[in-house]
């Protein structure tokens, strides 16, 4: 329920604290004193949109602030789910805070900012939860029985099919994603198979290379080799003719003779031994170098092409022969999943056949509790309507089925005529078998529109509501409607904004007894010129405008027992002890029938 509303700066109102109690809550006041700021005040905090006129005039800025207590309400796991998706807080109270600010730097745009238990949020937060807190009827503005889907939405309350309907969106969404896939699969097989015959050409000409890692690094040394091969053979060639040079053998020669004369020569002969073993091993080496690189000459061609097909690998697969072989493996398992895929288009296509063989189904028995619940509703309306003294009202639902769209998937329903051609129905009205259509379009909803059509006059045909409604006959028809759906109604706050215009005291004391029922299981708040409704209410609000030279204020307060005597007094016709008398017989009867 709501239990404050408080207002900073709003429209005439400078500063306004409502504190407000479950049950009926009545707001009265003179015409014109500003009574319907506090519905409009409600109605920004849920989500309206800003207007200049929301700023008092003078002040820079205008703020609302309505606080929920939801703790034991039935919308809470909604709530939850929702404000935990958006990283909200929520433990059961739940405070939205909106602020709107006059145009800044001559750019003409309002400022507007929104807190949600003091946290930032986007308006599309409070826009899916508003729908959950309040219903307000009776300004077109904000009026939820104007728009099909709401009115869609009231009928499944109504019937008890929001678990079936929850149920058929789920088909609908696993239906529409297995679309996708087949889309996404089958969309371009020419493509496709473009692409498979390219990944296989390309692992192919790789592992037809035979290239092992590293095998770059060796080729490009051995190609420096054999370019520089001449220019090795001949400073091979000049090494090996100084180490033939008989140098080393003279001085092994002189130092053996020296040992023979002085033996402490022998670690000097030992060097030059081995000095000479070392020329001998660099003397066989070296042979051997020239000729390998007399071998290796007729290579280079070899080389030089074998780098060059590395080469264009390395600009068309990777800067590596590492890299060039993982791309390889890339490419054949890529191909090998898109071959895969393509037999995988054939089983998501037959289970997305099926599903939406159950989803027609599912669609058909949706659409036939409707209809059926539609002429069970629109009885227990009428009936209602009859006792609001609306004696002239036609009433009808319209059922149109949804076309099938340009491009995708459309049902192909079966086993009821009905459900394929637009009908209307209307209390206690049979339907005729009507012409089958082929297919029929659909959303996560169902397979049809529904728009309620009213006619006030009985001279007219019934026009869909949005056209014909006035605010008082809509504010009474809502009433009608919420009597009728009884428990399975969730909302839990109503605001009906003069749902009286035009009716005298005995049709305001049906309409008082109607809301006070209402009010035994949610909230209600309504704004009145009737005392019968008044003196049902549990809390009774005033509003009151006072005016000087160079201001005008819109005053709000909560009256008592005894302010509230006076004031249905006068709302009767003025303070004075016959409509005092009066009043107060107005609230022992009211207290009676409680």
Same mark, same amino acid.
């Given at each position: 329920?709501?239990?404050?509303? %408080?207002? /900073?700066?709003?429209?005439?109102?400078?500063?306004?604290?409502?504190?407000?109690?479950?049950?009926?809550?009545?707001?009265?006041?003179?015409?014109?004193?500003?009574?319907?700021?506090?519905?409009?005040?409600?109605?920004?905090?849920?989500?309206?949109?800003?207007?200049?006129?929301?700023?008092?005039? /003078?002040?820079?800025?205008?703020?609302?602030?309505?606080?929920?207590?939801?703790?034991?309400?039935?919308?809470?796991?909604?709530?939850?789910?929702?404000?935990?998706?958006?990283?909200?807080?929520?433990?059961?109270?739940?405070?939205?805070?909106?602020?709107?600010? /006059?145009?800044?730097?001559?750019?003409?745009?309002?400022?507007?900012?929104?807190?949600?238990?003091?946290?930032?949020?986007?308006?599309?937060?409070?826009?899916?939860?508003?729908?959950?807190?309040?219903?307000? %009827?009776?300004?077109?503005?904000?009026?939820?029985?104007? $728009?099909?889907?709401?009115?869609?939405?009231?009928?499944?309350?109504?019937?008890?099919?929001?678990?079936?309907?929850?149920?058929?969106?789920?088909?609908?969404?696993?239906?529409?994603?297995?679309?996708?896939? @087949?889309?996404?699969?089958?969309?371009?097989?020419?493509?496709?198979?473009?692409?498979?015959?390219?990944?296989?050409?390309?692992?192919? &000409?790789?592992?037809?290379?035979?290239?092992?890692?590293?095998?770059?690094?060796?080729?490009?040394?051995?190609?420096?080799?054999?370019?520089?091969?001449?220019?090795?053979?001949?400073?091979?060639?000049?090494? /090996?003719?100084?180490?033939?040079?008989?140098?080393?053998?003279?001085?092994?020669?002189?130092?053996?003779?020296?040992?023979?004369?002085?033996?402490?020569?022998?670690?000097?002969?030992?060097?030059?031994?081995?000095?000479?073993?070392?020329?001998?091993?660099?003397?066989?080496?070296?042979?051997?170098?020239?000729?390998?690189?007399?071998?290796?000459?007729?290579?280079?061609?070899?080389?030089?092409?074998?780098?060059?097909?590395?080469?264009?690998?390395?600009?068309?697969?990777?800067?590596?022969?590492?890299?060039?072989?993982?791309?390889?493996?890339?490419?054949?398992?890529?191909?090998?999943?898109?071959?895969?895929?393509?037999?995988?288009?054939?089983?998501?296509?037959?289970?997305?056949? &099926?599903?939406?063989? &159950?989803?027609?189904?599912?669609?058909?028995?949706?659409?036939?509790?409707?209809?059926?619940?539609?002429?069970?509703?629109?009885?227990?309306?009428?009936?209602?309507?009859?006792?609001?003294?609306?004696?002239?009202?036609?009433?009808?639902?319209?059922?149109?089925?949804?076309?099938?769209?340009?491009?995708?998937?459309?049902?192909?329903?079966?086993?009821?005529?009905?459900?394929?051609?637009?009908?209307?129905?209307?209390?206690?009205?049979?339907?005729?078998?009507?012409?089958?259509?082929?297919?029929?379009?659909?959303?996560?909803?169902?397979?049809?529109?529904?728009?309620?059509?009213?006619?006030?006059?009985?001279?007219?045909?019934?026009?869909?509501?949005?056209?014909?409604?006035?605010?008082? &006959?809509?504010?009474?028809?809502?009433?009608?409607?919420?009597?009728?759906?009884?428990?399975?109604?969730?909302?839990?706050?109503?605001?009906?904004?003069?749902?009286?215009?035009?009716?005298?005291?005995?049709?305001?004391?049906?309409?008082?007894?109607?809301?006070? %029922?209402?009010?035994?299981?949610?909230?209600?708040?309504?704004?009145?010129?009737?005392?019968? @409704?008044?003196? $049902?209410?549990?809390?009774?609000?005033?509003?009151?405008?006072?005016?000087?030279?160079?201001?005008?204020?819109?005053?709000?307060?909560?009256?008592?027992?005894?302010?509230?005597?006076?004031?249905?007094?006068?709302?009767?016709?003025?303070?004075?002890?016959?409509?005092?008398?009066?009043?107060?017989?107005?609230? $022992?009867?009211?207290?009676?029938?409680?």
């Amino acid at each position: 329920m709501l239990i404050g509303l %408080h207002l /900073r700066d709003f429209a005439l109102a400078e500063r306004a604290d409502l504190e407000l109690a479950s049950g009926l809550t009545v707001i009265t006041g003179e015409t014109g004193a500003g009574k319907s700021v506090l519905i409009q005040a409600l109605a920004f905090t849920l989500g309206a949109s800003p207007d200049l006129a929301m700023i008092r005039p /003078r002040a820079a800025r205008a703020q609302v602030e309505a606080v929920f207590d939801l703790s034991e309400a039935a919308i809470r796991p909604q709530l939850d789910q929702t404000l935990g998706e958006a990283e909200i807080p929520f433990d059961g109270e739940l405070i939205i805070r909106r602020t709107v600010s /006059r145009p800044q730097n001559g750019s003409g745009r309002l400022s507007a900012r929104l807190r949600i238990n003091d946290h930032a949020a986007p308006i599309a937060t409070l826009r899916a939860i508003a729908p959950l807190l309040a219903d307000i %009827h009776g300004q077109r503005d904000n009026l939820s029985l104007l $728009r099909p889907p709401q009115q869609l939405a009231l009928l499944d309350r109504y019937a008890g099919l929001e678990s079936q309907r929850s149920e058929f969106g789920g088909m609908v969404r696993r239906l529409q994603a297995l679309d996708r896939q @087949v889309a996404e699969l089958s969309g371009n097989e020419r493509e496709r198979a473009r692409r498979i015959a390219l990944l296989l050409h390309e692992a192919e &000409e790789i592992a037809d290379a035979g290239l092992t890692p590293g095998e770059d690094d060796e080729l490009r040394a051995l190609h420096t080799r054999l370019v520089h091969a001449q220019r090795l053979a001949q400073e091979a060639e000049t090494t /090996r003719a100084a180490l033939d040079d008989d140098s080393l053998a003279a001085a092994l020669g002189a130092t053996q003779r020296m040992l023979d004369l002085d033996p402490s020569a022998e670690s000097l002969v030992a060097s030059l031994e081995a000095a000479a073993e070392y020329v001998a091993d660099a003397q066989r080496t070296l042979r051997e170098y020239t000729d390998r690189l007399s071998l290796d000459s007729g290579q280079l061609n070899d080389v030089e092409a074998r780098l060059a097909l590395i080469s264009d690998m390395q600009r068309r697969y990777g800067d590596t022969v590492t890299e060039i072989i993982a791309y390889s493996e890339r490419a054949a398992n890529e191909a090998a999943a898109l071959e895969q895929a393509g037999h995988n288009v054939e089983s998501l296509q037959q289970e997305a056949d &099926e599903l939406a063989l &159950e989803a027609a189904a599912a669609g058909v028995s949706l659409s036939a509790r409707r209809r059926e619940a539609a002429r069970e509703l629109l009885a227990q309306v009428r009936a209602e309507c009859e006792s609001l003294r609306l004696t002239n009202a036609q009433l009808q639902l319209r059922f149109e089925p949804l076309s099938p769209a340009n491009e995708g998937r459309s049902l192909r329903p079966v086993d009821d005529p009905d459900v394929l051609e637009p009908q209307c129905v209307s209390p206690g009205q049979t339907l005729p078998d009507g012409p089958r259509r082929s297919t029929v379009g659909f959303d996560q909803t169902g397979i049809e529109r529904v728009e309620m059509l009213v006619s006030f006059n009985p001279e007219a045909s019934p026009q869909p509501l949005r056209r014909v409604a006035s605010g008082g &006959e809509t504010a009474r028809l809502m009433l009608a409607l919420k009597a009728a759906l009884g428990e399975n109604d969730e909302i839990p706050l109503l605001v009906f904004d003069e749902v009286d215009v035009g009716l005298g005291g005995r049709s305001g004391g049906i309409i008082g007894a109607r809301l006070h %029922h209402l009010a035994q299981r949610r909230q209600v708040i309504c704004i009145t010129h009737l005392p019968q @409704v008044a003196a $049902r209410a549990g809390q009774h609000v005033i509003v009151s405008k006072s005016a000087d030279e160079s201001r005008t204020e819109v005053d709000v307060r909560t009256l008592d027992q005894e302010q509230r005597l006076v004031e249905l007094a006068e709302m009767l016709g003025g303070d004075s002890p016959a409509n005092r008398s009066s009043a107060a017989e107005l609230l $022992r009867n009211a207290a009676v029938a409680a």
